[in-house]
């Protein structure tokens, strides 16, 4: 298998168009506190670092519906506010994504582009296109989540 590269990611990833500002958008992300609202599947904050979401910052966080719940971390790779946000998001045993949010200013509207790619655990050794075909429904929930957060916000 070939070594996977940021294009490839970019291309799969998901998209959103959404009727607020690229700042709106990225004051959602940049609220640790907030990340179980927007992310599918997470259940639970536990904490989330003060300086959230400069690079090496943290979220530990809770996956999964109880009993089944998994307590793990993201951590921020890289961010340029309101711009990028590239996150390491850890869900021991399952695995470890990196997921990586562009955030464009589209005329009055801003786009937002969600990719994923698994680069640990079981998902991983799956083919690309397989891995977005079956992160595909859960990023676009996520994104639609974001969305609704972020036109909140825009209008308060």
């Keep these: 298998m070939g070594q996977k590269t940021a294009s490839d990611a970019i291309r799969r990833g998901v998209t959103a168009r959404v009727s607020a500002p690229p700042e709106a958008v990225f004051a959602i992300l940049e609220d640790g506190w907030?990340?179980?609202?927007?992310?599918?599947?997470?259940?639970n904050i536990r904490h989330a670092d003060e300086h959230w979401p400069a690079r090496g910052s943290r979220i530990r966080h809770s996956i999964g519906p109880w009993p089944l719940v998994i307590k793990d971390s993201t951590i921020v790779v890289a961010a340029d506010p309101p711009h990028l946000l590239v996150l390491e998001a850890r869900m021991w045993p399952i695995g470890k994504a990196r997921v990586r949010f562009d955030i464009a200013a589209d005329g009055e509207r801003t786009t937002i582009r969600m990719t994923e790619l698994a680069v640990k655990g079981p998902m991983a050794a799956l083919p690309d296109p397989l891995q977005a075909k079956l992160l595909g429904p859960r990023n676009r929930e996520t994104l639609r989540r974001l969305a609704r957060l972020a036109e909140a916000k825009s209008r308060s």
């Design 34 to 43: 907030n990340y179980a609202s927007w992310v599918v599947g997470a259940s």
